[in-house]
């Protein structure tokens, strides 16, 4: 058996700036089924928020968060969030991060979605890639024990408390027992329940499960972004930052069509409501082969593309085969991001003692029903560090609870059951499948018989998944069992997604509804919680926080 004060699962941008901070003063471990620089963390391009020159101030970016979550964000979480911007950033600059500068030496900002100031810090388009990197270091630095492709299948729970988990060793080909007084959770989101994704292939929501699984209530889980621009073909992102610097959306008469939707902001309205926008455009056939829409930077010129966007210019070239400084890219929107999570405090802790979770795979709320650009990198650095320190000082008061080997040897039995298992399904099947159902009926935008259609089917897929066969027998880098436990994540996840969505008989930020186009506040200003009850969900609501701001219409 392994021990630490602190287990971490998950080595992105949250996790490790959690571990970083917690052992300042406690034992860590942290856990990854990738090479922590290859979370998915390092894919983000655009920026990361915060209040720091004149002009723009704490209010400004609050409201914008509260507005952009279409008035479903926590306004407590979203001060802390706002608040502890910029210290958090010029914290990652002294640890050697040099952001991309104006011509006067300042930290350089630029507009993103949403936002009323140009807010977003960056470096080039490699903001994720570079502090992934940072933290990395940092992480090296320190005393934190990493265990790299390590899967964890399971956690335990054991007198109401989270005392530990249980990892395969993708290298060694062997199960692990590990113990802790606390356990954070930093697993990213589920963008592969989805067909269009711009979400990395590891990105299948384990955690949030996982802590499903052991009766963790999610939040929000309804709540999908849908990003407005990424590649026709893959659904690669072409970063906001590129509507940013100037770029605009065109439709097949060459008409700038967000002047007809929301002129004050054009291209630079929030996502939920340009995703929008384009699929009317492809739909009433102003589109391209009734796909997409297209983005053009043809007016930057070859020098500000190669400073501002170096990388969108290469992914465009590799996978679409276009060259941005003389064609305009094809561009639709696909999943981004997962609003929901595990329902947490604004301490990172959730109803299970020892239970932490932080970054994408949690739900503080801060982003409600619409995250705007920017947010989520700060919500990974300003959180893990909260979450590094609040169990720190969490473990310094508890004591290791006992743990039954036997958790180890169950586990071992479920999945040598697995493997040998002998049925006529496919994994990669099954798992395309249900990424079809959620892309075209749980969408954009969504109706309620399509969403119970989708529902009998992910029930369907939940069944036949029961006789999915697994070739590899090797227990070594078995990469076709760590496929077939996400497609296990996937599936509870993807009912829980159709149900929340189904059930919220309301259009709130990303969630469209329409059969019911309207916000209605009296019925639906509320959380939804799932929890696993008796091996069925249970669907309970909760307030949200609100300190200053009162909703209103959110128009832009
Ligand atoms: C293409 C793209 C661009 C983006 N651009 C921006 C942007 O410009 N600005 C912004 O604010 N946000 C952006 N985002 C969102 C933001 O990058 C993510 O929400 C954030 O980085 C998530 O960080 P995380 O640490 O929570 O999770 P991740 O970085 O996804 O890390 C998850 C970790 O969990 C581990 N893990 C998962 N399951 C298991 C398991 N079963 N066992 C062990 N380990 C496990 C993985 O190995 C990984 O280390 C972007 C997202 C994408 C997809």
Redesign the pocket.
């Known amino acids: 058996m392994i021990y630490h004060d602190v287990i971490v699962?998950?080595?992105?941008?949250?996790?490790m700036r959690a571990a970083i901070e917690a052992s300042k003063s406690a034992d860590v471990g942290i856990?990854?089924?990738?090479y922590?620089t290859r979370?998915?963390?390092g894919?983000?391009?655009?920026?990361?928020n915060a209040v720091l020159h004149p002009g723009d101030t704490f209010d400004s970016h609050i409201f914008d968060t509260v507005k952009g979550s279409d008035y479903l964000g926590d306004q407590n979480a979203i001060e802390v969030l706002c608040k502890e911007a910029p210290e958090n950033i010029y914290e990652i600059e002294h640890m050697g991060a040099i952001f991309s500068r104006t011509d006067d030496g300042k930290i350089a900002q630029r507009e993103l979605g949403g936002a009323s100031f140009p807010r977003a810090c960056f470096f080039g388009d490699l903001?994720?890639h570079t502090l992934l990197h940072l933290l990395y270091e940092q992480l090296l630095k320190s005393n934190v024990k990493i265990y790299n492709e390590?899967?964890?299948t399971k956690l335990i729970k054991e007198n109401g408390r989270c005392t530990g988990a249980i990892c395969y060793n993708i290298q060694k080909g062997n199960f692990e027992l590990l113990k802790a007084k606390a356990i954070v959770l930093?697993?990213?989101?589920y963008g592969r329940a989805f067909a269009r994704t711009?979400?990395a292939h590891?990105?299948t929501g384990?955690?949030m499960a996982l802590a499903y699984e052991i009766g963790a209530p999610l939040a929000d889980m309804e709540f999908v972004q849908f990003h407005p621009t990424t590649l026709f073909g893959t659904n690669i992102?072409v970063?906001e930052g590129v509507r940013g610097e100037g770029g605009y959306l065109k439709n097949n008469k060459g008409e700038r069509f967000m002047e007809r939707y929301v002129p004050s902001k054009m291209e630079l309205a929030p996502r939920d409501v340009v995703s929008r926008c384009i699929q009317i455009e492809v739909r009433e056939g102003r589109g391209f082969e009734n796909e997409y829409v297209h983005l053009d930077v043809t007016h930057f010129g070859e020098a500000k593309v190669n400073e501002k966007i170096p990388q969108v210019k290469e992914l465009a070239r590799k996978f679409a085969g276009v060259d941005i400084v003389k064609e305009q890219m094809p561009v639709q929107p696909a999943q981004?991001?997962s609003m929901g999570g595990i329902r947490t405090n604004i301490w990172g802790e959730t109803n299970i003692k020892g239970l932490f979770a932080v970054?994408?795979?949690a739900c503080v709320s801060v982003h409600g029903a619409n995250r705007l650009?920017?947010?989520?990198?700060?919500e990974?650095v300003v959180y893990g560090r909260r979450i590094g320190r609040k169990v720190a000082e969490y473990i310094a008061s508890a004591e290791f609870q006992k743990i039954s080997e036997s958790h180890l040897k169950d586990e071992e039995k479920r999945i040598k059951k697995l493997i040998d298992r002998k049925g006529k399904e496919s994994n990669s099947v099954i798992r395309k499948e249900l990424s079809e159902i959620l892309t075209f009926k749980v969408g954009v935008f969504r109706v309620g018989n399509e969403i119970e259609e989708a529902l009998n089917e992910i029930k369907k897929l939940q069944d036949r998944a029961e006789r999915v066969s697994i070739q590899d027998k090797e227990l070594v880098y078995n990469t076709q069992l760590t496929s077939v436990l996400e497609m296990e994540f996937l599936l509870t996840l993807s009912e829980i997604i159709a149900l929340g969505a189904l059930n919220r008989k309301e259009s709130r930020g990303a969630h469209y509804r329409n059969d019911y186009p309207e916000r209605d506040d009296a019925k639906w200003l509320k959380h939804t919680i799932v929890t696993k009850k008796d091996d069925s969900i249970k669907i309970s609501y909760e307030d949200v926080s609100i300190t200053k701001y009162q909703p209103q219409k959110r128009v832009y």
């Open positions: 699962i998950g080595a992105g941008l949250a996790g856990i990854s089924k990738v922590p979370s998915h963390s894919a983000a391009q655009g920026g990361i903001t994720g390590w899967f964890v930093a697993t990213g989101g711009t979400n590891i990105n384990d955690g992102l970063s981004h991001y970054g994408e795979c650009g920017g947010n989520s990198l700060l990974t």
